[in-house]
């Protein structure tokens, strides 16, 4: 986060503008907006300022800018087309600690100017730091049509009830609760459909029917995808931004945990070879324990829970206990990494069919049902099995897959770090142990591998393929 984002009231606060043009009427538009009292310092003005000035609403001295036109002023923006006065405008402005934009010039700045929607009370700003102002507006006329003007009056409407609700709802975590239901049921439908006052006098009823008794628990588990944050799904995200607790693993990647409600507590639950933060009946009882203290509590996995995320154990102890939860399936690993590594898991010509295993070794081997695995004209997807590679390939060779069976590894998919490493059974493991390959990656064996290098589309910022996969118009050579 380059620039914290804040809200400042100027409301009857004494701003400064440096600037007569055009550019600093559209700065002074944005003050006046907000309540200030403006003042501009400039020789000349614009038609638009000479408006203004007319009309009463801001003060003008005519003159070059002086270091004492910031006396009692709470903010500043320089809007000249001459860099020394602007640039002298930062400096004393900073001396005094007033806060001071410079337009299009993010160095001189202690604050910048974001896009904004407006609906008054609410406000969004956008910001892209000062990289690509049109980025920002052009992010500013989507959010635009997809933000109606009523939502002003539904921010109105439940802001004069909040302190009806407040002394209604003792606990936090209920007034929390109630106006989410509120704002994602009827009362919302009625307020976009024009019925303002059927829509309060449902808000009002729905109070007096809620009752203050502590909030009842439940627990949400959520697939969080294979770790790109596009991957999840619209429940996954409003459930992430309804969680008072969120308990999450190893796998679940920064930047879908920046997703969570900021205030959720946040609680490790990852696992890695022989080292558990967590064991899994711990996790379980830990569940049960925040649901009954009336915690809404987020169960977060990588990929899907259903798919080698234990979430069926969890759920097991949920319904035991009687803890109402709910299930939201993610992409799993093997769809989402195959799909972006550009291998399709199953195609007519290469696997009719497809498998998932897990590659976990104990005692130094893994338990498979190896004929199975090794039937040609299928795909056999394994995840967690990096350490276990060699076994994997050896076992898959002795039961009778070809030693020029192609396989790929796969570390990071879907992300900006995603790593590819494509070979055969026979050299997939001293390739992978060349590219020094880390956890999560995911195995994936078959004929269908030999599509990646035609196939691939995805192109990470800082990942990178390696292949010993031979074309698919060349035959492997005994």
Known sequence: MDYLPIFLNIHNKTCLIVGGGEVAARKTDLLLQAGAQVFVVAPNLCSTLQDYLKQGKIHHTAASYQPENLDDMHLVIAATDDAIINRQVSETAQQRRIPVNVVDNPDLCTFIMPSIVDRSPLMIAISSGGHSPVLARLLRAQLETMIPSVYARIAALAGQFRTQVQHH??????????WEKVLQGRFTELMLSGKEQAAEDYLLQTLQQDNDMPPQGEVYLVGAGPGNPDLLTFRAMRLMQQAD??????????????????????????????????????INQLLVRLAQQGKRVLRLKGGDPFIFGRGGEEIETLTTNHIPFQVVPGITAASGVAAYAGIPLTHRDYAQSCIFVTGHLKDNTIDLDWPHLARPNQTVVIYMGLLGLPVLCRQLIA?????????????????????????????LPELAQA??????????????????????????????????????NQEPRN
């Open 399 to 427: 039961h009778g897959m070809p030693l020029e069976t192609p396989a790929a590894i796969v570390q990071q998919g879907t992300t900006q770090q995603q790593k590819v490493v494509t070979g055969t059974l026979l050299t």
């Open 245 to 282: 607790v969120v308990v999450y693993d190893r796998l679940v990647s920064q930047p879908i945990l920046d997703m969570v409600r900021r205030d959720a507590t946040r609680i490790y639950a990852g696992k890695e070879r022989n080292r558990h933060t967590l064991e899994q009946e711990s």
């Open 169 to 178: 709802f003792t606990q936090p975590e209920k007034r929390r609760q109630f």
């Open 435 to 472: 590219a020094q390959l880390t956890p999560p990656t995911l195995i994936i064996v078959g004929n269908v591998v030999k599509l990646h290098q035609q196939l691939t589309w995805f192109e990470p910022a800082t990942g990178t393929t390696q292949s010993g996969i031979l074309p698919l």
